[in-house]
């Protein structure tokens, strides 16, 4: 009898340890790495996340999908972190907060996920979503949770002090760890994952870049695999790490850890046109006095946007617009060392279109420079550009003081970038155009139609000779972009 209990008590015990889906006595996850990665006490991580955020200005965006960010300790690369969260409207609402993260203690089959309860912080609690976690393990035989595999796991728990520094609303999360680089699973989690990428929801995509080698051979890397991962294309991005693969062992261990994490978002992006890939900050531990330029390991934060494909301005927001290019013009031929504006508190001015400052002077073009990235808001970018029009064109003498009288403005604020493949796209008149080679580029805005009477195929021909220096008909081999605009001047 004695013997039976004890073989019934040792199989419950196995049976409570080894099934992952036994997630009803799920306690809180306390946290692995504070005191090491990050602050372990309330009041010195929050004086820590001020310093982070102090020096990057603070945005209104509504439109970010997902965050490349990294997560290695905070005096390392906390500030290129900073610079991706800040990219989030801290009002903003989200259903949940998608952590993925590739397992850096354990290689297993599937992915891991936290399923109930909540991750503990210094800065307090964060929930889990356990309705939507219910969901994907119900659904999904490859989901489910390994103990091992999250108990040490520091990817998706340094992430979390960001988000609760950064955003005034609560927010829960779902905490996912990829057990392997195996496509089939990034594949497999992309497609479970797809019906919650919308607005409703925010995805954080955990990763560094290269691994230990030289300071020189970290910039060069990265930026390569950077620029894999802004094409939006897993196949260029599954060549660049196979690439740097070729390297390991000789100073080059990995040129991105989070590899299965990235290739999961690209698999719910790539085939998606209203989707943008964007460049925010690149550091590696070189750059701080920590560091050994020696041995480096290297940080991007990329954000992830839903393009505007609406632009509404208010007849008040145009005249603010352009008081604003003329007196930055103004200002800076007086005082070229003068301190920026003050911004203007108008919601329009904070968010991130690109925009083009044309000048003309008794009905002649005087000068036009533009910026077709929403990298800024569009505060500083009309300021920028309205100065660049005025003092950097290089087809002009600069404008000089005297004349600024006799100059009028005109600015021309552009929804993204769209890629054709046929001319038949193109409608004169409501399309600007941008042509690009190689490392030849050029542009003209949709009003340029309408004003030279050019068919399109002269349109393109002048674009492509005049402006991106291809040849008449070098816009037949080159890619084609169109654009709107939402064109006002002073007249």
């Known amino acids: 009898m004695k013997h039976i209990l004890l073989t019934t008590f040792a199989l419950i015990i196995w049976i409570s340890e080894t099934s992952p889906q036994n997630h009803e006595v799920m306690k809180d996850r306390k946290p692995a790495v504070a005191g090491t990665f990050y602050p372990a006490t309330n009041t010195a991580l929050k004086h820590q996340m001020i310093i982070l955020f102090e020096n990057i200005p603070e945005t209104t965006e509504n439109d970010v999908a997902a965050l490349i960010v990294p997560h290695a300790g905070y005096v390392f690369s906390g500030e290129v972190a900073a610079s991706a969260y800040a990219k989030i409207n801290r009002q903003a609402r989200y259903k ?30 964060v929930k889990i979503n356990d309705k939507t976690t219910s969901q994907l393990i119900e659904k999904h035989s490859f989901i489910y949770y390994d103990e091992e595999a999250d108990r040490t796991e520091h990817s998706l728990e340094v992430q979390l002090p960001f988000l609760q520094y950064w955003l005034y609303n609560d927010f829960q999360i779902v905490p996912l760890i990829i057990g392997s680089d195996d496509p089939g699973i990034y594949e497999k989690l992309a ?26 051979t970290a910039v060069k890397t990265d930026a390569e695999t950077a620029d894999a991962i802004v094409a939006n294309d897993s196949e260029k991005l599954k060549e660049c790490c196979n690439r740097n693969s070729r390297f390991s062992g000789k100073n080059l261990q990995t040129g991105l850890c989070g590899a299965a994490a990235v ?54 927001d145009k005249l603010a617009m352009l008081k604003l290019a003329r007196e930055s013009i103004t200002r800076y031929l ?25 000048l003309k002077k008794e009905g002649k073009l005087r000068g036009c420079i533009g910026r077709f990235e929403p990298s800024t808001s569009l505060y500083q ?12 064109d290089s087809r002009f003498d600069p404008v000089t003081i005297k004349e600024i009288s006799q100059i009028k403005i005109e600015i021309s604020i552009l929804t993204p970038l769209k890629k054709i493949n046929s001319i038949d796209e193109i409608e004169p008149g409501k399309h600007g155009i941008y042509i690009k080679k190689g490392l030849n580029s050029g542009t003209f805005l949709p ?18 000779r005049d402006k991106a220096g291809i040849g008449w008909e070098g816009w037949k081999t080159a890619e084609l972009y169109t654009y709107e605009a939402i064109v006002f001047g002073e007249e």
């Open 263 to 316: 290739q999961t978002l690209l698999h719910l992006t790539q085939n998606n046109p209203d989707i943008t890939f964007k460049k925010i900050t690149y550091k590696n531990s070189g750059d701080v006095p920590e560091g050994d330029k020696n041995r480096v390991v290297g940080y991007w934060a990329i954000a992830v946007m839903r393009n505007k494909t609406e632009i509404s301005i208010s007849a008040e």
């Open 334 to 358: 007086i005082y070229p060392k003068s301190e920026v504006l003050k911004p203007i508190s108008s919601a329009i001015m904070n968010e991130h279109f690109g925009a083009f400052v044309t």
């Open 96 to 125: 949940n907060i998608f952590i993925i993260g590739r397992s850096h203690r354990k290689f297993f089959d599937g992915v891991s996920i936290y399923p109930k309860g909540n991750y503990i912080t210094p800065l307090g609690e």
């Open 191 to 216: 497609e479970a994952l797809m019906p919650w990428f919308n607005a409703d929801n925010l995805f954080v995509i955990s990763t560094d870049f290269s691994h230990y080698p030289t300071y020189e």
């Open 381 to 392: 970018t009309i300021t920028e550009m309205a100065i660049a029009a005025a003092t950097r």
């Open 447 to 464: 009003q340029v139609a309408t004003e030279t009477g050019w068919t399109k195929e002269e349109f393109l021909g002048h674009c492509a």
